[in-house]
Structures are given as C-alpha cells and as structure tokens.
C-alpha cells in the first residue's frame, strides 16, 4: 500500500470526479434486471382495470355476472367494496382525496370504475370486456377558463358547499386554490409606471413523463405471519409504506415496500395509485399475491401528467433594458383531483424560482388551481416542482422583452444576471440562492457556439429568405437557467406530513469493505455507483468495494425517495456525513493503535496519518479490522454510522443552453443543428453519468417542445393516448448534443453538490422554443404555444405571410 | 380456448410449452419460459423494448403470436453474451455509459447484434436508422450510438482475416 | 394488451388457406406479416375466429425479374431492400421501403398485407397505383387480375372479395426517372403526406408521369390529371404549379393529430413538388 503515490491511492479510490464505469450494468446489459413485472409468486392472481370511456358521467350500473361467470375470475372490486374499508377514496399527496374506484360517477376519461382479479392476465383482459357499465354522461369541461366560468359544470360534488380546501379559500365549485407570494402592490405599481413593460401569455402545455416501464405491482399480503409486502414502481418506498399503513391501518412494522430495478421514473412514479390500493385489498381478500400492471394507454391517459400550466406576465424595464419587476399570474388545470405531488405546504411547487437568474428587485405571483374534467397529476417529468414551468416562463418573457426593446436577448440577460459578489441571493418571491457565477458560464457557452458568427449568419438567411434565395429559417435558442432542487428543509418542506430529510447508514466490515443503505432509489440514475464514490472519498475505501442498496424499508433508513433532483443534495449530503462520522470514530481507533491523541493524526486520502511522522499511519481497512478486533476503551466495537441530514437550503444548479434550428418555412420540419449545453451542478461526483443525464433530459426537452402533448378534445376524450401520437422521438430525430460545464459548489453542502438530473429538461425546453421563435422574430412573431411540431410551425409561417 | 403445444429453439435450445395460440411470444417468453429479459413498454408496436431475434431477423415479440413461431429459431438477450461473461456489445454499452435505467436495454443490445450483422461496420447515422425501431427515455440515444460504433470497431479489428479456403 | 381467442390455421397450400376461408367466412382472416393486424386485435377492435397464417405458403413467396416484375404477395420490406434484383429494375420499391415504418416491422411487414388490408395510410398502395401494378387474387372461383388503379373503394374496402387471397403483384419494369417523397413527424409514423412519381423524358420535354397520393384521402390516388399536367412540360415551376393544383383536386385529406386539411394539403403540394424534381433529375 505504502508503495502507491498520492495520485494512485485517489485513483484507486474512483471516487468523487471520476468517470467509474456502472455496477449496475452487468445485469442490464444481460437481462438480468428485476422490474416489477418479473415477479412470479406461487398463486399470484392478476388484476386490472375496467375504465371510464366517458370523460364526465354518473354510473348508472356495472353489470359483472358474465365476467364473474368466466373460469378462472376470482372477484370483481367496485367502490362499494372498498367502503366499508374507507379505501373507495384515498388521500392525495396536495390535500385533496380522489376517488380509487368510480364512486357514483367519473371525472376523467380512463377513470377506474372496477378491478377484476383473474388467474392471469389473459382471462382478466376477457373478463374485463364482459363487463358492461351504464353511463348517463354530463357535460364536459376541459378548459381551465371555461371551467371558472359561473354556469361551469359541477366536477366535484364531494367538495359541494366546501368553500375552504386545503390551501385556503375556494371561490369557485372547480377551484382548488389561490397561491400567491411576492409584493402585489409594489409590482403593480412598478408595471404601472414603467418605461417598458412586455406581455404574454405563455402557455407550458399538458404532457407527460411516459418512462419505458408503467406503472406496476405486486401486493402480497401473508395471513399466516400477518405481513403485508409491496413489491412496486415507487420513487419513494418509505412513503408509501406509511400511506399503506395509514390506508389499511395495518402498521408500519408489519408491511415491507420494496421498489426493486424501476425502468425509469421522472415523476411518474411517486404518487400512491389506485392500482396499488385495489392489489393490497385484493390481496387480503383472496390471501393470494396480485400484480397489477398498467397498459401503455392507462399510462398516457390516466396517471400523474405534466404541467399545463398558463402563466400570463408582465415585465417592466427601464429603456436600458434593466429589468424592475416581475409580474405573474397561473391558471393551473389539475385536473380532476389535485394529485400534484408537492411538498405540503407549496401547492403551486416552487414556481416562485420565476424570477430566474436575474436580479429583479420585485414581483409577484399569484396561482389558481382549477379542476377539469382531465386527469389529475401536475407534478412530474423532471419539473422540480414546478421549475421547469418556471424556468420556462422567465426565459420566454426575457424573449418577448428583447423583442420589445428591440435589444439581442443574450445581452438582455446578462445587463440582468445576479452577480456572483450577490451570492448567496435573496430573491424577491423569498429564495435564498446558494451559489453562482452566471456570467462566466454565459461567456463561456456564448463563445463556445460561436455566437456573434451565428447571429450573422442569421442575418444574412434573413435577407436570402426575403430575397427568394431560401425557404429555410434559422433560429438561435438561448436559455440560461436557475433552478432549486434538493427538497428540503423540514422546516418548511414535507411529504404528507414526512419531512424531506434524507439518510444513510453504513457498515464497515472487518476486511474492509463496506455496505450502505439510503432512503432514496434509483430508476436509472446509478446511485449503486455514484453513491460509493462519495463515501470512497470520505472514509478512503475503494468505491469498488462498498455495496449501496436502497429501496426496501425493511432495511433501508427512513428517507423520502428519488424526484427533484434531490438525491445528490440531500441524500449525497447523509452519505458525506456518515461517511465523517465513521472516519471521526476511526481515527479514535487510530490514535489508540498509533497511541498520540487525535488532533496528532491528519487524514491523507485512505489513511490516518501521524503529523510529521509520514512512516507511521493506519488505513482505513486496518482501522476497520481493529474495530472488530481491539478492546479499546471508551469505544464500542463494530464501525458503523447513521446520518439524517436535514438540509439547511435547496441548491440552486445552473446552465446556459443553446440551440440552432434550420427550419422549412413550408413543411414546419425543424432540423436540429446543433445543441450546447453548459451544466453547473456545483461538485461534479461523476461526469460521465452528469453527461448520460443531460443527454436524457435534453431529449425529453426537445419530445416536450417540438410535438409530445396530452391532448384532448372538447369532449374530453384523449386525442394523444398511444406511443402513435404521444411522441416519443426515436435516435433518427434525436439531436447529437454537446455538453460543457463550469463547477460552482454550494457553499451549505457537504461535498458542494447541488444535483443535475431535472436541469436538462427544465433549461432545455426553453433553448428548443426560443430558437422557434427566434427564427421567426425577424418576421414579427411574439408568441406562439409549445409543442412546436409541423403543422404549428406550418401556421406561424403561414400567419405571418411567408407562405404567399 | 384449447391450448397448443409450442417446440421451437430458444437460445440454441429446444424448448417447449403449452399455451394459446393467441399468446403474445413476449408472454410465452417471460411468464412461461422464464425469460424476463426482454421488456413491455406498449401495446401499439412502438417502442421496441421486447425485440427478439428471431429466424435471422429483429423482431417485436409483442406483434407476434405464439402460434406463429411454432418451430423458431429465437435468440434472446440471454442468449447473446460472450463465452466469458458480457460480450463485446454488452461490454461497449458498459463502456460508454449506453445504459441508464436498462429497461430498453435487451431490446436494444439484441437489435444492435443483429445490425451489426446486417452491417459490421456502420456509420453513425446508419446506426441511428438502424435503430430507430427501439425508444430510449434515459440516454437520449448518444451513448447508445457510441457504444455500438465502438463494438463493431472492436468486433472487426477481432476478426482474422478470410483464408482463400472459405472462396470455395 | 391482450388479444382476443381465435382459431388458429396455418395451411401449407394456397387451396388448402381457401378451403379455411370458404367454410368459415367473414369469421376468418388472413393474417401475412401481422404488424397491422396483431396491433389492431390486441386493441380488440376485430373480432376473428379463424386465423388463417400464410407464412408456410411457398407460392405466396418469391421475386421474379424479367420484362414483367412478379412479387410474391408474402415478401417482406426488407426483401423489398435488399433483393438485388428488384433494387436495379424497380428501385422506387426500395426507395419507399425505406420510409416504412422502422427496422423490426420491416423485416416482418409484407407488401402483400401492406397493400391488401385497404388502410389509406399504408405507403405500398399509392406506390402501386403509380406503378400501375396488378393484383393477382385466387378465390374459389380461379386467379383474376385487378389493376391497383381499379382495387381501392373506401378506406378498408377494396376488390378483393372475402374468400380471396392476394397471391402476388405483377408490374412492367418500369423506366426512367422516380421517387417517393414522405413527410412524417418521426421514424414509424405514417405520412403527413406522400407523394409517388415516375417520370420519363426526352429532350428535356416529359413523355410520362404516373402520380399517386398517400393518406390525403380515404383511398390511394393516382391523379391521372397531375401527371397529364406535366406531360409535354419543360417540368419548370408553371409545369409543377400546375401538376400540384390538379393533385389538389383530387385529393381528401381528413385532420387528425398531423395537422388541419389546410396544412396536409399544403404539405401534399410541397412533397409533390420535391418528388417531381428529385424524379426528373433521375430521367
């Protein structure tokens, strides 16, 4: 060991900074992976669902004697049922209840009405046809506006009379709430008086997460030892596990939830779906396991969605271009339950990061959440809660603010930018920014593309497309994104009650390996490699011999899951600070050994040291024996160590994107020439997985922006409920990206890491609509709605005349 | 609803089972053979994740009934890797991080075999065309790219040279 | 997800899958490739009792090449690519088969369920109407041929009776100048808009232009008045503008997620257009 340099001894580690190659690889790559869907238990049933066709209507009857006819049908499930469990409704993650099985009507096309629990998946699917349900339909409403209207349909006759819902006043029988923060008066004000003051309504539409694997499970409950177990597509096992409890009053030390490989997340994959509540039930009623797994379609069309979101703002400036205030207003559909999955107390998530990364002195933000006869969800699909609508609205009304002062909108952002000397930076709606250096990273990324010679080349399309010589436009996207993950502080963030701390424990064994177990769980983002870095680096262990696990809470300490980006900053945070505690009690075990007294020792990268005396030192491998080995006094035997980390702030990731778009002024098809992205996630644990994340999110930003959508017609029937018109871009259409960063720790982390898994697809929808729009500007657009795919593009050029 | 009795070969094995002739083969494979390595990700033949390779050719085994591969020749992802544990495209998707949540992963490393033979030494955009069958949600596709270019480098640099023998 | 039960057949003779159509009726159903039928019967939008596979029918296979092309009914896309054969005497084949779909369905795919099934947005009909194709179809009552121009009647309604079974697809070799042009919003969907040409000249005058639409109506077209509008042209824009306003005329289109009419028949012009140049290059 002693023959190693310095810089051996750190590589050997492959821990914080280095590119290590993923553990979990070698079962993927073979098929050994372990979905929910893979499970087979002795006697498993399967259940599933029929559905609403109707958007809105009352059940009138649901006739189940052929299907309960069918061999091999064991039960059909309804909501009365359910009842007398209290489970034919649940309680969702924002306050509100929606219903598990339809109770008396439907609010949403999809909606589940029964659960059949067959032998196996084939009967159940024959069974499922046989039954025959009566609807007496009632009209529709699926326009968030058309909805707060006075003769507006009755939605939720649950909350009749109800004037005061979880978040304060209701004044409408489809609103859900009023959220508002900032300075009302001093921004209008501001507006009133200011020397430029620009516009829009700037609508982020309906999509959703759509991961390559729906949403599933497997519930078994055992009689004999009184144990209920979930197997399931969880982002947040523990969570759940104290839902299930609550739910089925069973408690928590008799259910076990483990999430076990889940193909994917983003979102969609945090909330308690009824198709998890009707398996427990029917679990304990038949005393046999059920698996429930979803359809593509139930996927789309009726779990937790993303965003649809209207924001009408207003931004004043000074003829400079100094922006003064800030000003907005949400409509934010729902709809037909409120299931967004918020911390408690943020109903409208953090949309309040709207200001950006500018420094506007003041402003306003005031949100209505309204029912709709459409599915309910909100939050999901790397939104950060909210952020990526957020990040979305700041950067299309810097555009239209440009355009109003007749200024380029890369200067524009950077007369606005916080200065790094502001750090850390109040904002005017209540954020404490951690850390930033805006203009670096905007230089950095501006030169990088080769700006200026962009935009002159921009010009000169322009005068070859009036003079006849092309069809083609070009557009250049900027984007420079601020976002706030990492949730968060107890004090004022909580799931359902459950503060979002986050944990690791960790054990060292004799021989000096090592195990670790986090309240979080992985769908992709490779915490079984990334976390072990981290600890490597803290306690001098290679990475390649410390085992990470997460998701079964039989096992796993307490934590509140894998969404917004918060892994890194709060679980990453536990990991350091565990990871501090076992080399606090190690080198105790060190000075005892080397017998100085601790302040003797310093630590050198695997090994305690003592100062000035460079040949006497332990390591951590032989610390770990010792502690299993020496009786030394004062201390307890073992190493071993646990951390809740509580975090004092959220971390605040940054970027600066940039696209350049080639578009056909006559078929609307955009070709993406090239696409720049610069990450700041502060301490960079693995910048080969960073890459894989920008790579992932910035696709899902360019589906987002350029033609994936949940649609829906006036009748509420789901226009985009299959992978036909649900886009999903497949390798021919998807960009080739070119990714960059600058490192600006947090300064309140551990290890200074801020998280990086949501900044590509919060700042890269931004970058792919703007360059829309940019290429259309010299023609006079202002504003034209996301998704920007063919026909849209068609019409903005055919709007503006170029078509004559 | 009588069941059939299915033979055909999978993984140079002959196996065989009861089952419906409507069965999807992805089902046969998973639930009656015990092959979960290939995936469901639709029902509308899109997505691609539950790619087998069947009598030579890439094929979505959602779209076909176990009736219809009656006497097949089917190769799944179990079957691909190499004499000594992961093979070479399995090692590249390692390699160049071609993989995130792994749920497209068997789909695309068993269409990736079957490209490369197709086409041993394609370029990027035939990799991308080629490929075009099977969606991915977590690597937006660039390390998929680089990881099959980089296997069919590797794949062809392995590979002797022809003897004159083999003109006959 | 799950299809319903049927009956499942898979006769080794073009008599014998007769034989299962005769006695069982409208309850039976050919199935070739499957990939337009599996999808559809897992939707449980069809109900079939008897399915009838043609995989094992010899005489449904194979290419000829000679004056008159001859297809066998049960050959794949990816034959369509990579025979050969058929890339040097009709290589407006390959050109579209190329844009069908993606890699997996084309193995599988066949021209045959491609063009019988009667879907406007199939590619292989408005291909065949350009080529002026004909369809070989043995019923009971013996082997009658229909001309593509004449097959389609409404959107899965054609000339091919139930009990009949398309055997093959026979055209002229044809000369001089083709393309297929397709605008679609992503690799697997189907056309936005397409258009088929085939073109000859002679001293930079055109002698012949064969136009056909795809899904811009309930059917295929094949606008006998596009493809007049060029002939005798220099192929110039007048001669294009011309050959796009007739076309227009003739076509249908329906919106859907793709677009409003408006926009599918402005894209109908464009890939007209596109097609038109890019096949007199080739004259």
Redesign the interface.
Same mark, same amino acid.
């Given at each position: 060991m002693n023959d190693l340099s310095h810089d051996q001894r750190v590589a050997g580690l492959k821990g914080l900074g280095s590119s290590r190659?993923?553990v979990?690889?070698?079962?993927?790559?073979?098929?050994?992976?372990n979905?929910v869907?893979?499970i087979?238990m002795p006697d498993m049933l399967f259940g599933d669902f029929v559905r609403s066709q109707y958007a809105h209507a009352r059940i009138k009857s649901v006739n189940t004697a052929a299907a309960l006819a069918l061999p091999g049908v064991i039960a059909v499930l309804q909501a009365a049922d359910l009842a007398p469990l209290g489970l034919h409704w649940m309680p969702t993650l924002a306050g509100d209840k929606q219903m598990v099985l339809a109770d008396g009507k439907v609010l949403f096309q999809g909606q589940e009405i029964a659960f059949v629990i067959a032998e196996?998946?084939?009967i @159940? &699917?024959?069974a499922i046809?046989l039954i025959e349900v009566e609807y007496e339909e009632l009209p529709v409403v699926v326009d968030p506006f058309k909805a707060m209207l006075p003769g507006a349909p009755v939605l939720r006759e649950d909350l009749a009379g109800q004037t005061k819902g979880a978040h304060g006043a209701r004044i409408h029988h489809n609103h859900i709430f009023r959220w508002e923060v900032g300075d009302k008066d001093g921004t209008e004000a501001v507006v009133a008086s200011a020397d430029v003051v620009a516009e829009e309504m700037i609508y982020y539409h309906r999509t959703h997460p759509?991961?390559?694997?729906?949403c599933g499970c497997v519930a078994s409950m055992d009689k004999i030892n009184g144990k209920l177990t979930l197997w399931g597509t969880f982002q947040a096992p523990h969570v759940v596990r104290t839902v299930a409890s609550l739910l089925s009053g069973i408690p928590e030390s008799s259910i076990r939830v483990v999430s076990p490989?889940?193909?994917?997340g983003?979102g969609n994959k945090v909330g308690v779906y009824p198709g998890y509540v009707c398996s427990i039930v029917a679990s304990i009623v038949t005393g046999r396991p059920v698996k429930w797994v979803e359809?593509?379609?139930d996927n789309l069309m009726t779990t937790a969605f993303a965003r649809d979101y209207w924001m009408q703002g207003k931004i004043a400036a000074t003829k400079e271009g100094k922006i003064t205030g800030l000003w907005c207003h949400v409509t934010a559909d729902h709809g037909a339950f409120d299931a967004c999955a918020d911390p408690t107390k943020f109903p409208a998530g953090f949309f309040s990061i709207c200001t950006g990364s500018y420094d506007i002195p003041v402003a306003y933000v005031g949100v209505d959440g309204v029912y709709t006869n459409k599915a309910p969800g909100g939050v999901s699909y790397r939104c950060s809660f909210r952020v990526t609508e957020a990040a979305y609205f700041i950067e299309r009304m810097i555009e239209v603010l440009a355009i109003k002062l007749g200024m380029d909108s890369a200067e524009l952002r950077r007369i606005n930018f916080i200065r790094k000397d502001q750090f850390p930076y109040h904002s005017a709606l209540g954020w404490e920014y951690d850390s930033g250096d805006y203009h670096t990273a905007w230089d950095k990324a501006l030169a990088a593309v080769g700006y200026d010679a962009l935009r002159a080349e921009q010009t000169q399309r322009v005068a070859d497309f009036k003079a006849g010589k092309t069809r083609s436009l070009m557009g250049i996207g900027l984007s420079f994104f601020t976002e706030i993950v990492g949730a968060g502080p107890v004090k004022n963030c909580d799931i359902l009650g459950m503060g979002m701390f986050d944990s690791c424990e960790i054990r060292i064994h004799p021989t000096g390996s090592a195990l670790a177990r986090l309240g979080t769980i992985s !769908?992709?983002? $490779?915490h079984a490699t990334t976390f072990a870095q981290i600890l490597a680096t803290e306690i001098g262990i290679s990475a390649d011999l410390i085992t990470i696990e997460e998701g079964d809470t039989d096992t796993a300490p307490y934590g509140l899951g894998t969404y917004g980006s918060r892994s890194t900053p709060v679980a990453g945070a536990a990991t350091a600070m565990a990871g501090r505690k076992i080399r606090a009690k190690a080198q105790m075990i060190a000075a005892y050994l080397l017998e100085v007294h601790d302040n003797d020792l310093e630590w050198d990268v695997d090994r305690f040291v003592v100062k000035g005396v460079p040949e006497r030192f332990k390591t951590m491998k032989e610390l770990a024996y010792a502690a299993y080995n020496q009786a030394i006094p004062g201390l307890e035997p073992g190493l071993e160590a646990v951390s809740y980390y509580d975090p004092p702030n959220m971390t605040y990731p940054f970027g600066a994107y940039i696209c350049v778009m080639d578009i056909d002024a006559?078929?609307?098809?955009a070709d993406i020439r090239s696409f720049y992205a610069l990450d700041d996630c502060g301490t960079r644990i693995n910048p080969?997985?960073i890459?894989?994340q920008?790579?992932?999110? &910035?696709?899902?930003a360019f589906a987002i922006a350029m033609?994936q959508e949940i &649609?829906y017609d006036e009748m509420g029937n789901c226009? #985009?409920g299959?992978?036909?018109?649900f886009? *999903?871009?497949?390798? %021919?259409?998807?960009p080739?990206?070119t990714t960059d960063h600058t490192e600006t720790p947090s300064p309140h982390h551990p290890i200074g890491a801020k998280g990086v898994g949501e900044s590509p697809n919060v700042g890269g929808v931004p970058a792919f609509s703007n360059a829309v729009h940019d290429a259309f500007r010299p023609f006079g657009l202002k504003q034209s709605h996301m998704p920007h795919?063919?026909?849209r593009i %068609?019409?903005i050029a055919?709007q503006l005349g170029l +078509?004559g | 609803m009588s069941k059939m009795h299915l033979k055909l070969r999978v993984n140079g094995k002959s196996v065989e089972t009861l089952c419906?002739p409507?069965?999807l083969l992805i089902?046969v494979l998973?639930?009656r053979l015990?092959?979960?390595? &290939? +995936?469901? $990700?639709?029902?509308?033949s899109?997505?691609g994740?539950c790619t087998v390779d069947m009598n030579g050719m890439s094929v979505k085994s959602c779209t076909v009934f176990a009736a219809q591969s009656q006497g097949a020749e089917v190769t799944?992802?179990?079957g *691909?890797?190499g004499p000594d544990g992961?093979s070479v495209l !399995?090692q590249a998707?390692?390699?160049h991080?071609g993989? !995130?949540?792994?749920? @497209?992963?068997?789909g695309m490393?068993t269409r990736a075999h079957r490209l490369l033979l197709e086409n041993p030494l394609p370029t990027e955009e035939e990799? =991308?065309?080629g490929?075009?069958?099977?969606?991915?949600? @977590?690597?937006?596709?660039?390390?998929?790219?680089k990881a099959i270019l980089h296997a069919s480098v590797e794949m062809n640099a392995a590979r002797k040279p022809q003897v004159t023998e083999a003109a006959e | 997800?799950?299809p !319903? #039960?049927f009956e499942y057949h898979r006769p080794k003779t073009i008599p014998d899958a007769l034989a299962i159509l005769t006695s069982h009726g409208d309850e039976a159903r050919v199935i070739a490739g499957g990939h337009s039928l599996i999808p559809v019967m897992k939707q449980?939008l069809t109900e079939i009792g008897h399915l009838v596979d043609l995989q094992d029918i010899g005489d449904l296979k194979g290419v000829s090449i000679g004056d008159t092309v001859r297809i066998g009914a049960m050959t794949t896309q990816h034959t369509l690519i990579t025979h050969a054969g058929l890339a040097a005497a009709v290589p407006l084949l390959a050109e579209a088969a190329l844009q069908i779909a993606?890699p997996q369905v084309r193995y599988v795919g066949t021209i045959g369920g491609n063009v019988a099934n009667g879907d406007p947005a199939n590619d292989m009909p408005g291909l065949m109407m350009c080529l002026d194709a004909q369809f070989v179809l043995t019923g009971p009552g013996g082997t009658r041929t229909v001309a593509a121009r004449q097959f389609y009647q409404g959107a899965y309604s054609t000339e091919r009776a139930e009990d009949e079974i398309l055997v093959a697809i026979e055209m002229a070799r044809p000369v001089g100048g083709y393309a297929y042009e397709k605008?679609k919003?992503?690799?697997?969907?189907y056309a936005?808009a397409a258009a088929a040409v085939l073109m000859t000249g002679s001293g930079g005058k055109v002698t012949a232009a064969s136009v056909a639409m795809t899904n811009l109506s309930d059917v295929p077209v094949w606008s006998a008045a596009a493809g007049e509008a060029l002939v005798g042209s220099d192929c110039g824009p007048d001669a294009v503008k011309a050959a796009v306003a007739a076309m227009l005329v003739d076509i249908n289109p329906s919106a859907d997620? =793709?677009?409003?009419v408006?926009?599918k028949r402005?894209?109908a012009g464009?890939v007209l257009g596109r097609a038109v140049a890019r096949a007199w290059s080739r004259c």
């Open positions: 190659k993923r979990e690889d070698a079962r993927f790559t073979q098929g050994k992976g979905y869907d893979d087979k196996d998946r084939y @159940c &699917a024959d046809e759509c991961p390559l694997e729906t490989d889940i193909g994917g983003f359809d593509r379609m !769908q992709g983002q $490779g006559d078929t609307g098809v080969m997985i890459e894989g920008v790579h992932g999110g &910035a696709t899902e033609g &649609a226009m #985009t299959s992978l036909m018109d886009f *999903l871009p497949t390798s %021919w259409e998807t080739h990206y795919d063919h026909w %068609w019409r055919n +078509h | 419906e409507r069965e089902h998973r639930e015990n092959l979960t390595g &290939a +995936h469901i $990700g639709c029902e509308t899109h997505c994740a799944t992802i179990e *691909l890797a992961m !399995q998707f390692r390699e991080h993989l !995130q949540c792994g749920y @497209c992963t068997p490393i990799v =991308r065309f490929m075009a069958g099977n969606l991915c949600r @977590c690597t937006g596709y660039q390390n998929i790219v | 997800m799950i !319903q #039960t449980r993606d605008q919003r992503k690799i697997g969907d936005t997620n =793709r677009g409003p408006e926009f402005h894209v464009v």
